[in-house]
């Protein structure tokens, strides 16, 4: 199977012409320009068939997908999304698939202005890996590390809507009344929209943040561990949306908010007397933000409710799409 | 399967420290200093397994192939290499194979001071791909879009070993008087050295470079198709080792030099009134160095042997693994 058709795919749809790629695909590696001054930014993430995503799963989800995770990995650290490169292995050279999956990359890249620079293309099980590269001055990333005890903590968005939609496809747990899995459920499992604008607007006043890929629990967990700190949430704080409360019951939306897995939003600390500044700069950024807990001396993670009581999670985070 | 236990075992055998990585690997992305005035050179490539290795290859080998076929895309581009990013899949956690990979990895990580500041590792079917970046000055990279008619043509090293190996280790077809594959063709299918130095040595001589992964007249014709040129080798220049000169008859050499894959040499045009310094400044560069054919006006690339017939390969480019 040729790269190329990948390639002219994805070219044909993405119109994102950045002036810091000297040179893009079709040769050996890309040329990019860090602007001076500048740290570069590099994660990557792989998505299997059927262990990360369902393997009926759209085309152009599982482009906007593959992009989607990396770039929340960039949010979390406050950089500038700037460039990428996709492995993309398929058991078979099928245009139609490669097309659709390009136009759901592409939908992505051209919202936060990402270009793709390189890519390959191999024959074999269904798995895409992407590689995202930004920006960010020295001394403003957002690490896991900076959590002190004292500091608020706050999460993006609303949590638990990407696990129930998985309920949904995967068990036909549709939730109370349902035949079918609510709409706005599906579109936070397959269109993830990563925290980019909150994580700028955070670059000076979050101490710790982390995406939640694993689940609430779980990552927060990774900044406790890595802050050397504990954390207490109040269950009942926890962001869940209209969607979600619509469809389960009260207990089992607070299960999904702190151990669902894939929910992309930011999860990160704050001092708490910048509580008041942390809701004015995140105002004007999609998704909002919610004070959920605050930062402990000790280690680990709980959540209480109303009367102060542990809450026990079903599952300790995130679990595979094959079960 | 948690992705530390494969950082804590590459962590444990690297000891590439580099000044320039701010942040590395436990965090949702690494944080990179590139030099002010540099370019960052940056690729990808995946290996499949049944595809791009046999599924009998041995983990460390894979380790250091995998980095290998990266390193040696940044060596065609005359890229000085700094850092390198993994995900890795696997059938399920196997420490010891970790173990023996992350050793292969490591190994080849050193010798050219390459710092991993970055992995994923996840569950499915066996594959691994690298991000490889490195760094350049700019309009000093190597590219495929240099060569003029006129230029003389040269390779790296020797031509044919790896596929040689691999015609033994999976067809049974060892070459005369053979019952096994011998221990040189081995090292270079499971062991390519990507040639960095002779990418750096380049820089400013080269008019355009490439690294035969596919096989020389098709990555030539890459090369020869973006110059708006063509090309004419002498067969009978092309190096060939003494393991592989042993083992086949010249014709067959001949054959696997042309389109055999899996070299890792670069190929690369210079012009012909430069051609004493080519090898001047790749004496002392390993692998060394052979005058192989000219560019010419038109397209597509032709061999032809003392008598100036065509000579016509078996195969055009690339085989896969899997027959």
Chains 1, 2 share one sequence.
């Not at 939609?165 to 599906?186: C, E, H, I, K, M």
Request: charged share 15%; proline share 5%.
């Amino acid at each position: 199977m040729s790269e190329f058709a990948l390639i002219d795919a994805l070219r044909a749809r993405t119109s994102v012409a950045r002036r810091d790629v000297a040179l893009g695909i079709g040769d050996d590696a890309a040329l990019l320009a860090v602007p001076d001054g500048q740290q570069l930014v590099a994660c990557t993430d792989t998505l299997v068939a059927g262990i990360h995503f369902l393997p009926d799963t759209a085309p152009e989800d599982l482009g906007w997908r593959a992009l989607a995770v990396n770039l929340s990995d960039l949010a979390a650290m406050g950089a500038e999304p700037a460039w990428a490169l996709l492995a993309l292995t398929l058991p078979q050279a099928l245009p139609r698939f490669i097309d659709r999956f390009a136009a759901g990359f592409a939908e992505l890249a051209r919202a936060h202005g990402v270009a793709l620079v390189g890519g390959d293309t191999t024959q074999g099980p269904l798995a895409v890996t992407v590689t995202a590269l930004g920006c960010v001055p020295p001394g403003r990333a957002l690490t896991r590390r900076g959590a002190k005890a004292g500091d608020a903590v706050f999460v993006t968005g609303t949590l638990g809507d990407a696990v129930a939609a998985l309920y949904g496809l995967r068990d036909g747990n549709f939730g109370s009344g349902r035949t079918t899995v609510a709409p706005a459920l599906l579109t936070a499992l397959n269109r993830p929209q990563p925290r980019l604008a909150a994580g700028l607007a955070l670059r000076g006043i979050a101490t710790a943040c982390i995406d939640v890929s694993d689940g609430l629990l779980a990552d927060l967990g990774h900044v406790c561990a890595l802050s050397g700190v504990g954390a207490e949430l109040d269950a009942d704080a926890l962001p869940v949306s209209a969607a979600l409360a619509a469809t389960f019951e009260h207990a089992a939306c607070i299960d999904m908010a702190l151990a669902g897995g894939d929910n992309y939003e930011l999860c990160f600390t704050a001092p708490a007397a910048r509580a008041a500044e942390v809701a004015r700069v995140l105002a004007q950024v999609p998704g909002g933000v919610t004070h959920i807990g605050r930062i402990v001396a000790g280690s680990g993670v709980v959540a209480r409710d109303a009367h102060g009581a542990r809450v026990v999670t079903r599952s300790a985070g995130w679990e595979h799409f094959a079960r």
